[in-house]
């Protein structure tokens, strides 16, 4: 058992982490939405997810919202953007879990897209990566 386990309590048993394993993509990673389906799975919290994927050695891939990984985004919504603008008044740095309610009203993907082509700032992830992300590009042209 690796120190994380230990300080936060995540203990696994063989099927919980075969769970994990097999939901792992052909580079050995978890991606963002297979953490949340994996959460469910073996019974944890998303927000424990980082800790569970670090103490295996695993690494949680391709945010839906284009914080990390590879996934290609489609060019900003306007009528997003501006949404998120108003409601928010304005906020820049909106919460993982804000914008995953916004989809609701679109897609994921159309939120992404916007978020990765704005600027707009994603924290607190839902699982736990990050809570503040610092150094993401100032591409407000709309």
């Not at 945010?63 to 953007?81: A, M, Q, R, S, T």
Request: hydrophobic share 30%.
């Amino acid at each position: 058992m690796s120190s994380i386990d230990d300080n936060l309590n995540i203990k696994l048993d063989n099927i919980q982490k075969e769970l994990i394993l097999t939901n792992l993509d052909e580079d050995g990673k978890l991606s963002c939405l297979k953490a949340f389906k994996v959460a469910r799975l073996i019974g944890k919290k998303p927000n424990e997810m980082s800790a569970i994927t670090k103490s295996l050695g695993i690494k949680i891939t391709n945010c839906e919202l284009g914080v990390f990984g590879k996934i290609k985004f489609k060019d900003p919504n306007i009528e997003v953007y501006n949404r998120l603008k108003q409601n928010y008044m304005g906020h820049k740095q909106l919460e993982c879990k804000v914008l995953w309610d916004e989809a609701q009203n679109s897609t994921l993907r159309t939120v992404g897209s916007t978020v990765k082509n704005s600027d707009i700032e994603v924290t607190h992830c839902q699982l736990g990566c990050f809570r503040e992300r610092k150094g993401h590009k100032d591409a407000s042209k709309s």
